[in-house]
């Protein structure tokens, strides 16, 4: 479940808990608005925890490149002519 679930889950616990006034014969709707809130909650520091890891970055480790001039002379490219 992403970020988005979770704030989802807060959302639909709310609107059951505090927006709602029905009356279910064996079902409190504010106890299971108040349980998909904590759910919710609970997720969304889960998800921040694991993001918060994953934005670690290691520097990527310096490559020297060293270039060396050959030096040509009378026409000979490996140097051994001279």
């Known amino acids: 479940m992403?970020?988005?679930g979770c704030i989802i889950l807060i959302?639909?616990?709310?609107?059951?808990t505090f927006a709602t006034d029905w009356d279910m014969q064996g079902v409190n709707l504010d106890l299971v608005g108040i349980i998909?809130?904590?759910?919710?909650?609970i997720g969304v520091?889960?998800?921040s925890s694991i993001a918060r890891r994953r934005r670690v970055m290691?520097?990527?480790a310096?490559?020297?490149v060293v270039e060396t001039d050959r030096h040509h002379?009378?026409?000979y490219s490996d140097g051994y002519g001279v």
């Open 2 to 4: 992403g970020l988005g």
């Open 11 to 16: 959302a639909v616990g709310a609107i059951l």
């Open 36 to 41: 998909l809130m904590i759910v919710g909650l």
């Open 45 to 47: 520091t889960t998800f």
């Open 58 to 60: 290691v520097p990527p």
């Open 62 to 64: 310096s490559t020297t």
């Open 73 to 75: 002379r009378d026409g």
